[in-house]
């Protein structure tokens, strides 16, 4: 009996994270997200503080004084380059097809299919093959690219991109900030990235376990509230 009841609620569980899943195109469960960086944040996008794992068909990386950075979108790689000024290397990107990294010069990217985007209302998803892409076009639409092409793509959008990211995070901060209030031990303790401000939230179970919009939503607040 204990067996039947615990092969139900594993499907039951099974289930549950494939509708999840189901919900968002471009997550994937944890087990099978590569994570390159280390530590404590490991598991957030290095600008926008994103969980990794729920945006990871569209997950890009790049070296930095010899270590890595890993990121929700090629928006938020371009910004840490561009805006703030940080020399990358090795730019690599998710093979939508093996779900590994790859080097971003080896990819073929599908622009602007009916799957969402990431950070910009502009979809770019990479494939290891031109075979693998020219299917996804075929089925969801978009242009093909390669990485030089989408890179010049991107840096001439990426203005209007980041502030319509900053006007939805300005709202998620004022949630923020009544969820924190309400739910949270208050911490004097100051953060420079969303990534750490999730991460300590995360850790110490000041606001108890919590996770997605809210986890999101709090570390934004934590690391703009001074």
């Not at 790049?62 to 929700?72: L, R």
């Not at 990358?88 to 799957?115: H, M």
């Not at 969303?194 to 376990?209: E, L, R, V």
């Amino acid at each position: 009996m204990k067996k039947i009841v615990l092969a139900i609620l594993t499907i039951s569980l099974a289930l549950s994270a494939s509708m999840q899943m189901g919900k968002n195109y471009r997550a994937v469960p944890a087990s099978q997200a590569e994570l390159l960086k280390s530590g404590p944040e490991k598991m957030y996008c290095s600008v926008c503080g994103m969980t990794l794992p729920m945006f990871y068909r569209t997950n890009h990386a790049a070296d930095h004084d010899h270590m890595h950075d890993q990121y929700c979108s090629i928006t938020c790689a371009v910004e840490d380059a561009v805006v703030n000024g940080k020399q990358l290397t090795n730019f690599k990107v998710v093979d939508n097809t093996t779900l590994k990294f790859i080097p971003s010069k080896d990819a073929y990217f599908v622009v602007g299919s009916k799957k969402p985007g990431t950070m910009s209302m502009t979809s770019k998803y990479a494939f290891g093959t031109k075979e693998a892409a020219l299917k996804f076009q075929k089925n969801n639409g978009g242009k093909i690219m390669r990485f030089d092409e989408l890179l010049k793509l991107v840096k001439k959008s990426q203005a209007k991109d980041m502030a319509l990211t900053k006007k939805r995070q300005a709202k998620a901060i004022k949630k923020g900030e009544m969820m924190y209030k309400k739910m949270c031990k208050p911490t004097s303790k100051e953060f420079v990235s969303t990534a750490q401000a999730k991460a300590y939230i995360k850790s110490s179970k000041i606001c108890g376990d919590i996770k997605g919009k809210k986890l999101q939503a709090i570390g934004l607040y934590l690391v703009h509230k001074n």
